[in-house]
């Protein structure tokens, strides 16, 4: 990361001969590689509303990353930044913490040299725009620069850039226009690590002028008409548009709008819509308890992209490997994706909260655009329905039925749409063998994907029954009970080196739990492994969904294996990890993940706030409610200081400078942490999971 003062690049000034210019284009095309910024962000947000306003902002690190723009799978910038100098000894960025001052109204306070400073992000409910209100202070005169780099759809190595009143930025689909309030003092558009701003101003001034730049990696420059004396307040208006005209028109009419108007209507639009929904469970009990619960609700619904109703992404950013590395990721886009999964989690968490109208849209969604003509249903897909990653994961095929029956529909084309999963799963090759189980790099008999499509063809059944198609309910019928009692047969050894007595493991390869058949984790450099002696949480997706008993002796026992071999305590509660020598997380030292790093490097996978809540979930049907509220309080612990909940948080081993039970740098807001602490929240109040399906847990173990 660029340090404080930016001496780093003095080199690259002297290097590039630039001199302060006037009138000519920028020197050093195309400028560094574009990359995105790191995934653990401190705010995220969008207004509530239509596709009048498809713009969502994202800030992390102390100021605003990642906008996205015209959809959630396209990011347009990587960043904008307040720079800070006196003209002659220091330039600091202005970056400082982060608090959700309204709903999914963001503040962030930093101090520096003789300074302090303010800046507060939402967008207009009418436009593409992302407006920031800026106020400043200082002792003496200062000069103050808004450095912008954009990356207009989903690439930043093409765009190309111009200076004047305006910093305008475009690519072959999309533009935009940064304006500030009372206009820039000076610009320029040069090219990242070349003649760019940061280079610009490592001798603290700004000397060069160039109108424009591009194709490349471009970012612009604007000195702003603040010097916290004289001149405190500034509103920034970033507007967005197919074209450079179109974008900066929708700029300056956010900016005519002003921002003390927006942000009324920012804030009116989403107390609106909590309005519609269900009061706080009572589980909820602590100030902070109640403000992360509000937060979810939030970050769920702002989750779904405008422009294409029932899409919601997995998370707005692009952890370690995802955002930087071509290699891994040719095109960047990871995680803002439709995972059938995370949405199947994010649906369940609405209709608990009482929006079952964006329960019943993400339905539609998985069924109307992400079944593929076969039945089953994409790996993951971008908000528009190309499908990104193409694995067949069958506990995402039979999500759909789960959902269709906690929302009753049996309408024609729902029914249409469950019957061709179905068949797809149940004549999948080995069925229930999946060819990737829910953590995505293995293949092989998976406890939890079996669980899943037990209850998925059940839902079904019963769907089919009410509709009048008893003899397709009891061929499903069939089916599932064979599975149900079978999962054993495949998943439970008694002959591993964890446990004297039966437990379940994450997979196994052949459907053998006896065998020492070995399989190599993925995610990590630690080679082969005996299957017998991998376990996971998600082996409780059996309990949860009803297809074995909480007090299940072989159950039981797999939680003492799971908690000694897994489990952590942390200053935030009890967590675990996802399986037994997990790779996908940093590095020893906190460096980022990356599945092709060299030979010694390992990673490691951190711990995983959503088993808090998979686990109170399980408490809830083993009779023990206070040991559920103590879950819900761990996955509370674990929010940023702008109330996001992130998919890992540090454990025991965390490097020097980070403190267990808080966040890595892993995607942060995750919807589905999001989703569950809602769904334990209302299942605490219930006194059993909201979204076990009864019919499933009447049949396999009497729970009616």
Not at 188 to 200: A, Q
């Amino acid at each position: 990361m660029r340090t404080t003062v930016l001496l780093s690049v003095l080199a690259v000034v002297a290097a590039t001969g630039a001199a302060p210019v006037d009138g000519s284009d920028a020197p050093g095309a195309p400028g560094a590689e574009a990359v995105y910024q790191p995934a653990d962000k401190q705010g995220f947000g969008t207004a509530r509303g239509g596709p009048e306003s498809p713009v969502w902002f994202t800030v992390g690190g102390g100021r605003m990353t990642e906008v996205f723009y015209p959809d959630l799978s396209t990011p347009a910038t990587r960043e904008l930044v307040l720079v800070v100098t006196d003209g002659r000894s220091f330039t600091e960025q202005v970056r400082g913490r982060t608090e959700q001052v309204g709903d999914l109204s963001f503040r962030q306070t930093a101090k520096g040299t003789g300074w302090s400073a303010e800046t507060t992000y939402v967008t207009d409910p009418a436009r593409a725009t992302v407006l920031v209100d800026v106020s400043f202070r200082a002792r003496t005169a200062l000069r103050v620069y808004a450095l912008y780099d954009p990356a207009l759809s989903r690439e930043g190595n093409d765009d190309t850039a111009r200076s004047g009143d305006a910093l305008i930025a475009s690519d072959a689909a999309a533009s935009s226009a940064l304006v500030a309030g009372h206009g820039f003092g000076a610009t320029s558009s040069g090219y990242l690590g070349t003649s760019d701003g940061w280079t610009d101003l490592a001798d603290h001034r700004m000397d060069w002028r160039y109108p424009k730049a591009g194709p490349g990696n471009v970012v612009q420059t604007g000195e702003l008409r603040l010097d916290g004396v004289r001149h405190k307040k500034e509103t920034l208006a970033l507007g967005f548009g197919q074209s450079s005209n179109q974008a900066l028109r929708t700029a300056r009419q956010s900016l005519s709008t002003g921002f003390a108007r927006a942000a009324k209507q920012y804030a009116k639009g989403w107390r609106d819509y909590v309005s519609g929904l269900r009061r706080p469970p009572s589980s909820v009990t602590s100030a902070h308890e109640r403000a992360v619960y509000r937060s979810s609700l939030l970050v769920l619904a702002a989750s779904e992209d405008k422009r294409n109703p029932g899409a919601y992404i997995a998370a707005p950013g692009f952890p370690w490997a995802f955002g930087f590395d071509r290699q891994i990721a040719p095109e960047f886009g990871s995680y803002a994706l439709v995972w059938p999964r995370d949405l199947y989690q994010i649906a369940t968490g609405l209709l608990a909260a009482g929006d079952s109208a964006g329960a019943n849209r993400a339905l539609d969604y998985m069924l109307g655009v992400q079944q593929q003509p076969d039945g089953h249903l994409a790996q993951n897909t971008r908000v528009t329905g190309e499908p990104y990653w193409t694995s067949v994961q069958l506990d995402e095929t039979a999500a759909p039925m789960l959902l269709a029956w906690l929302l009753n529909r049996t309408d024609p084309s729902t029914m249409d749409g469950l019957r061709r999963a179905a068949e797809f799963m149940v004549n999948y090759p080995n069925a229930p063998f999946t060819e990737q189980e829910r953590w995505e790099n293995q293949s092989g008999y998976s406890p939890a994907t079996i669980a899943s499509e037990i209850a998925g063809l059940v839902c079904l059944a019963d769907l089919l029954s009410r509709s009048g198609d008893t003899a397709g309910a009891a061929r499903y019928l069939a089916i599932a009970d064979r599975w149900a009692s079978t999962v054993e047969d495949w998943t439970v050894t008694s002959t591993g080196p964890l446990s004297g007595d039966p437990y379940y493991l994450r997979l196994t390869k052949d459907g053998n739990p006896n065998a020492g058949t070995t399989y190599n984790l993925g995610d990590n450099n630690v080679g082969e492994v005996d299957q017998r002696a991998v376990v996971d949480p998600s082996f409780l997706e059996l309990v949860r969904l009803g297809v074995r008993p909480a007090d299940d002796p072989v159950v039981r026992n797999t939680i003492a294996v799971v908690d000694r071999e897994l489990g952590e305590r942390t200053p935030a509660g009890q967590l675990w990890h996802r399986f037994t020598d997990d790779g996908y997380g940093e590095q020893a030292n906190g460096g980022p993940w990356n599945v092709i790093w060299p030979a010694p490097t390992r990673t490691f996978g951190r711990l995983w706030p959503i088993f808090a809540g998979e686990r109170g979930e399980y408490e809830l049907l083993a009779g023990a409610p206070a040991s559920a509220r103590d879950r819900l309080r761990t996955i509370a612990a674990t929010a940023n200081s702008g109330l996001m909940l992130p998919e890992q948080v540090w454990d025991n081993q965390a490097p020097p400078g980070v403190h267990p039970g808080t966040g890595t740098t892993s995607a942060t807001p995750l919807a589905w942490t999001h989703a569950q602490y809602v769904r334990l929240a209302w299942s605490i109040t219930a006194g059993h999971p909201v979204e076990q399906p009864t019919v499933v847990a009447c049949r396999y173990t009497n729970r009616c």
